[in-house]
């Protein structure tokens, strides 16, 4: 007597497979054709969507500095956006600019968006705006494609459009650059220097009127309009010196010569206006002019330093305008955003073929499971069995 081991594996047959599912073919195209109308009426049940698209070209490199200086400005402000650490290029820049929680709010305040996505908190909103902005940087030209979906097609084109005003407008905030600084800073001393020549106009004015006095020697005109220039001369370098402080180490080549500059005009102006001096000078000393015109002398002498410093802190302002309008940050629009004339979702007849093809392919496996020869021998399919005989 010896044991024997047989083993018994069970094998496809393609006929039997084909009959099987010739038999449960109604079941298959019911399964199908009821998935299809399914899809059919949950396609019709969606919202349709239109997708507006706009391009824009960012500023052009003008050195290395412009995306620098935005990038320090902006601080963590672009950081919200996600992803901003790893910003290489100014598209990039601007791409993280624009999803930017600053953009981001002005545009839920613009359209009103936490009523519209019936938001409970402003984060909702801007997380559904995210969801429907799409920003993407064309690596070779360097052009930007801003798209915006939403249920209505003009709104769509609208919301697109505000994007890159509200882009530009962050932008020309961030880009504060030197000659931003200076031209401010001119500003206000031009503003307050108006405002002191207006007062010495006035003095002025006023002491010619009480006193009758209006022709003085043509001697101490020249001594009151030297004085004045180098009054004037002294205040502008002051003025030069505040500015390169705010950005330059006392070490600053500029800032020194500015300073030896103030030091050499106030040893003049000590040296004309002293009343120490004899002899023929024809710039002599203010404390020489006879007693009778000495107060219109400081009038009019306050009255042409004035006018000259405004006259030199008004040249001063003009060039820092220039300066900053060269560095100014330009974004120009290659195409605005229309309002879209096909839908861009949901795709109604892919979702329906998927759906069909789907369940088509599902109701054959059921088939074939409901039909498999495991089933009427109650055996799974693929089990081996050993059977051990016996002599």
Do not use: C
């Amino acid at each position: 007597m010896e044991p024997r081991t047989v083993s018994r594996e069970d094998e496809i047959d393609l006929t039997e497979l084909f009959r099987a599912l010739s038999r449960r073919r109604r079941l298959i195209l019911g399964i199908t054709a009821a998935s299809a109308a399914f899809a059919v009426v949950v396609s019709l049940m969606l919202p349709v969507y239109y997708k507006a698209e706009t391009r824009i070209l960012p500023p052009q490199d003008k050195g290395s500095n412009l995306a620098a200086q935005l990038m320090g400005q902006a601080g963590g402000l672009i950081a919200l956006a996600g992803g901003a650490a790893g910003v290489k290029s100014q598209g990039e820049l601007f791409v993280a600019m624009t999803k930017s929680r600053t953009v981001l709010d002005r545009m839920v305040d613009r359209f009103d968006l936490m009523k519209l996505y019936k938001g409970k908190y402003r984060e909702d909103a801007r997380k559904n705006l995210v969801e429907v902005l799409k920003v993407l940087e064309d690596k070779k030209s360097g052009i930007i494609s801003l798209t915006v979906e939403d249920r209505e097609p003009k709104r769509a084109a609208d919301m697109a459009n505000a994007f890159v005003e509200e882009l530009k407008s962050l932008a020309g905030g961030l880009a504060i650059s030197e000659a931003g600084q200076r031209r401010m800073f001119f500003e206000d001393q031009l503003r307050q220097t108006k405002e002191s020549l207006s007062r010495a106009e006035e003095d002025i004015k006023g002491f010619q009127q009480q006193t009758g006095m209006f022709q003085v020697d043509a001697q101490a005109r020249a001594i009151i309009e030297g004085i004045a220039r180098l009054r004037a001369g002294i205040a502008v370098k002051e003025v030069e010196a505040k500015v390169l402080r705010s950005f330059a180490t006392a070490q600053n080549p500029d800032l020194q010569r500015v300073e030896e500059e103030v030091r050499a005009l106030r040893i003049e102006l000590e040296k004309v206006e002293t009343s120490k001096g004899s002899g023929f000078d024809p710039l002599m000393s203010s404390g020489r002019v006879p007693e009778m015109g000495t107060e219109y002398l400081r009038k009019l002498r306050q009255l042409k330093y004035n006018e000259t410093l405004f006259e030199l802190l008004s040249k001063q302002f003009e060039l820092a305008k220039l300066d900053e309008a060269r560095d100014a940050v330009v974004i120009q629009v290659i195409d605005r955003a229309i309002p879209p004339e096909r839908k861009s979702r949901p795709k109604r007849s892919f979702i329906v073929i998927l759906a069909t093809a789907a369940m088509l392919f599902l109701s054959v496996f059921i088939v074939l499971l409901l039909e498999h020869p495991w089933k009427k021998s109650g055996k799974p399919p693929g089990d081996d069995s050993l059977t051990t005989l016996s002599v």
